[in-house]
């Protein structure tokens, strides 16, 4: 027989037991909608933690001070003053892997805005690409700080929608003065909002300044003088040279931080996140001539790689993801099993038909090409709606959940394959035990 004969007679066999036919696909249809809707949850949740990551700095180094040991104790990470703002200058200038980098100097406290106050979860201080690394340079309202705020160590600051909502409610914070550490800072800019990070911290609620402000104006004088100018008042402050290079000699002579010269650690975003440790490797290299770091001394700083947190995130979300198309694949093996089943009832049911058929010249082939179609056929029909019912469950639950949900289109043509496969697999011994009968004993089966 041809194919369009063929199929047409699939087809009528089919909707003879229209009942007994939608009962068969149930099972492929709930395992390929188990499928698509386990591949869509899955792959918007990586994406949603990838995004998460990613406005965290997921193609960000940061660069710590190291340890010191005194007298058999050891302060951990942070306790040597190592890093200047020289040393962020020379990353960004001589690391080819480096786009830009920041210093960074971290500052806590009450923020006071008229009869209301707040203690933010994050003040730090950078330069103009702080907001560019954490893609925060296009405010929500207003503008960032710039070049020339860093550099005259302006009383100016960006705040967070969180600090704006609980300072300020609706009023309009731009242009109003807020007062950290009983120092007045003006709003020039809200941020883009983001939410909460991986860990749960809420990225909205930061106060941004001027690093130079946090370390000149909150932390203490150093030494020197200059006079700046802020809305109509004029404050003089004294200011060490922020460039002052490190010393080997100072820490072990003197492991405290030296407050005033230094970084409390420096931001780096590079241009390949998967290429990090060649990036590390470039940066490490940097920082020890800059310190004056010979052959077989240990590292007076520390590298940690945003990247590695983001691939492990990653890894995990895929491990998740792959063990619940595992369970879904099981359950369209059932299917296919519950499809076996029927074709053999089939089978018998229909062995006069076959006898007969085979009387009037079909050939044995003609029959396993016959009832291998009826079983692709129910399998392909059960793939389909189970296609439409694993979208509307993912649309349902990124509706009523608020889970992120991505689109497949992979894993939809990989379940029309899977369905064709299962069709064949499950179908074919039905399919040549009826090719295997004999005709006369077929006709003689009451």
């Not at 029927?342 to 038909?353: G, Q």
Request: proline content about 4%.
């Amino acid at each position: 027989m041809k194919f369009l004969p063929l199929l047409k007679t699939c087809i009528r066999a089919l909707v003879r037991n229209p009942m007994r036919a939608a009962l068969t696909i149930l099972g492929i249809i709930i395992g390929i909608a188990a499928v698509i809707a386990m591949v869509e949850i899955g792959q918007g949740s990586t994406l949603q933690i990838k995004n998460t990551i990613a406005s965290m700095g997921a193609d960000t180094l940061n660069i710590r001070p190291g340890a010191i040991s005194k007298s058999g104790v050891n302060t951990g990470a942070g306790g040597r003053a190592s890093l200047t703002n020289a040393d962020c200058e020379a990353i960004a200038k001589v690391c080819p892997m480096v786009l830009r980098a920041t210093p960074v100097v971290r500052a806590s406290g009450q923020v006071i805005y008229g009869n209301k106050n707040w203690s933010p979860e994050t003040v730090e201080g950078g330069s103009v690409e702080y907001l560019k690394i954490k893609s925060w340079y296009d405010m929500a309202r207003g503008q960032p700080f710039s070049e020339e705020d860093v550099e005259q160590a302006r009383r100016v600051c960006v705040i967070g929608q969180t600090v704006a909502k609980e300072l300020f409610g609706d009023e309009d914070p731009l242009g109003k003065d807020i007062r950290i550490k009983n120092v007045m800072f003006k709003v020039i800019g809200i941020l883009q909002k983001k939410g909460a990070n991986m860990m749960g911290r809420d990225q909205d609620d930061s106060i941004i300044l001027p690093w130079t402000s946090i370390r000149y104006r909150l932390q203490g004088l150093g030494g020197g003088s200059t006079t700046t100018s802020t809305g109509n008042s004029t404050t003089t402050f004294n200011r060490t040279d922020k460039y002052t290079a490190s010393s080997v000699d100072y820490y072990t002579d003197a492991p405290h931080p030296r407050r005033f010269n230094n970084i409390d650690s420096i931001m780096a975003q590079i241009s390949d996140p998967e290429r990090s440790s060649e990036a590390i490797d470039q940066i490490t290299e940097v920082i020890r001539a800059k310190h004056n770091l010979k052959d077989g001394q240990l590292d007076d700083f520390r590298v940690w790689d945003m990247a590695e947190m983001s691939r492990a995130m990653s890894s995990t979300t895929e491990v998740m993801t792959n063990l619940l198309m595992i369970v879904a694949m099981i359950s369209l093996v059932v299917g296919g099993v519950g499809i076996m089943n029927i074709m053999l009832v089939s089978v018998t049911e229909r062995t006069k038909e076959i006898g007969l058929r085979m009387a009037v010249g079909a050939r044995p082939q003609d029959i396993m090409r016959q009832f291998l179609l009826e079983a692709v056929l129910l399998c392909v029909v059960g793939g389909a709606l189970g296609i439409m019912l694993g979208k509307a469950i993912s649309i349902i639950v990124s509706r009523t959940m608020n889970w992120a949900t991505a689109s497949s289109p992979e894993a939809m043509a990989l379940a029309v394959g899977v369905s064709v496969f299962i069709g064949l697999a499950f179908g074919w011994y039905p399919s040549w035990k009826a090719s295997k009968m004999d005709p006369i004993d077929a006709l003689r089966h009451e």
